[in-house]
């Protein structure tokens, strides 16, 4: 994940001559000063306007405001939390009805799973929040962003278990098998374990995508970050500055699960590389190597 | 049924809003999100920690939050323009990132005896990344682009929080009016559906004609 030791950039050039360096140093400065200028502009725009005068961003010193917002981001990761538990075990349960022999089963989870993906997330929220009250039907608010959410994600959880499935080499189950165990118990102790451990940076990705859906809240006014800031915006009037605070404390938390994600795919576990390293799958799936680039 | 024959000048408008998103969001995604790439994979580390930072950033921060900042907050700084392009831009440079995410990975499966062999040919690096990498790395992840291009058409569907009348807010409006959420919400969604099967279909077949036999 990391700039300086990306795959590709590594080869794609050789250590660069005298000649080279002078090319770098030339378009270091020039990106430099792009970047300055566009930086500059967007800072100059602002200060013209006004929005940088230090009165604009002195209430964030106020710790109420940061209370006020701290409500919002418990209120993102309990809905977070709660989406993430139902989808991956909404998810996981498809993903192994679309693995499994029985034709009709399988073909109903791929139907689910293409369905809740080619939907938007928002028309189920709408359907949710004004459709079925016509109906009489009416959830409370942290389920209205709940249930349409969980639909969705547990379709991509899905996916990303069933590649999971796919990736581990077939010995594994032939083993289990030879061993005398069911079906059943082949699934449980030996395949889900170590599929779930190889796409567990898939899974975290997963949940940072996941973080971000919950700003959906925003619509159906559940307590959530990006509800609150709106709510605060309308109180202080100060709407760029409490966007951006609330687009960086997004970012802050959202960052730092990418990270762990992107620290998992690059180091992955003992356990992990014996797995994959000498064991050739049959007609090599392409999964497996995308996890491991 | 005849809640869509009475109001089908109106969905038809809301379909081409939204088709119109699609396809010009999808355009600039793709154009600037291999921009991104080549500025990531260059020998300029401020450009490279540049296109890190950008792809970081909207892979980390909510499109809602995002179209909120550019439609309602930007203004108070004197930066505005109409509503459907200020989504469209979001729209552009939150896919744009998907999109750098994916052809990084693609440049990653070109194996490095093409690179070396290009070296080897004499060709400089622009030349090795336009001819060589970029080529063979789009190659590689047209299915993903495609994926990418799918959530683009649902998160679309956002660009109705913040005031533009596409395909949700539209038939949202009607069912305000006509009180049949299954048949008016079901119908939208089938239409989400074919733009998405659409762009599957279309990804399918580029790939089979351009997918590289190794």
């Known amino acids: 994940m990391s700039t300086d030791n990306t795959n590709a950039a590594s080869y794609l050039y050789e250590v660069p001559g005298p000649r080279g360096r002078r090319r770098i140093i030339i378009g270091s400065i020039i990106s430099a000063l792009a970047i300055a200028g566009v930086v500059f502009a967007g800072l100059w725009q602002f200060g013209s306007r006004g929005q940088l005068d230090a009165d604009k961003w002195t209430p964030f010193l106020d710790l109420a405001i940061w209370k006020y917002l701290g409500v919002g981001l418990l209120g993102t990761l309990q809905a977070a939390a709660i989406v993430a538990i139902l989808g991956a075990a909404f998810g996981t349960l498809l993903a192994l009805g679309r693995v499994s022999k029985i034709r009709w089963l399988s073909w109903l989870c791929a139907g689910y799973i293409e369905i809740a993906r080619t939907v938007p997330v928002l028309l189920l929220i709408y359907l949710m929040l004004f459709g079925l009250p016509q109906l009489g039907i009416n959830f409370p608010v942290l389920w209205k962003l709940a249930i349409p959410l969980t639909l969705a994600n547990a379709a991509v959880f899905a996916e990303i278990v069933r590649a999971g499935i796919l990736s581990l080499p077939r010995g594994q189950a032939e083993a289990a098998f030879s061993l005398g165990l069911r079906s059943g118990q082949v699934m449980r102790l030996v395949v889900l374990p170590q599929a779930v451990r190889n796409v567990t940076p898939s899974l975290i990705t997963q949940l940072v995508s996941l973080m971000k859906d919950t700003s959906l809240g925003f619509i159906v006014a559940f307590t959530e970050l990006l509800y609150r800031g709106q709510v605060l915006s309308s109180f202080n009037h100060l709407l760029i500055q409490t966007y951006l605070v609330v687009t960086i404390i997004y970012l802050l938390v959202n960052g730092s699960l990418s990270g762990l994600a992107a620290r998992l795919q690059k180091k992955p576990g003992r356990r992990r590389t014996d797995l994959t390293l000498p064991l050739p799958t049959p007609g090599g799936s392409s999964s497996q190597k995308a996890s491991n680039v | ?214």
């Open chain 2, 1 to 214: 049924m005849d809640i869509f024959t009475e109001n089908a000048g109106l969905l038809l408008d809301a379909i081409g809003t939204t088709l119109l998103m699609v396809v010009v969001a999808g355009v600039g995604s793709l154009i600037l999100g291999v921009l991104v790439t080549v500025a990531r994979v260059s020998p300029i580390p401020i450009l490279r920690r540049a296109a890190f930072l950008y792809v970081q950033f909207f892979i980390n921060v909510p499109l809602l939050a995002l179209l909120l900042l550019a439609v309602f907050a930007l203004p108070d700084a004197g930066l505005i323009l109409p509503l459907l392009p200020t989504a469209i831009i979001v729209l552009t440079v939150y896919e744009a990132a998907y999109v750098a995410e994916a052809v990084r990975s693609g440049i990653n499966t070109v194996s490095v005896g093409q690179i070396e062999a290009s070296r080897a040919l004499g060709l400089t690096l622009w030349q090795s990344l336009r001819l060589i990498v970029i080529p063979q790395s789009l190659r590689a992840v047209v299915q993903p682009l495609g994926n990418v291009m799918i959530a683009l058409a649902m998160n679309t569907a956002l660009a109705a929080v913040v005031g533009v009348v596409e395909l949700t807010s539209r038939v949202n409006k009607i069912n305000l009016v006509y009180a049949q959420p299954i048949e008016i919400f079901t119908g939208a969604g089938l239409v989400y559906m074919l733009i998405a099967l659409a762009i599957g279909l279309t990804a399918g077949r580029i790939e089979r004609k351009v997918a590289i036999l190794r």
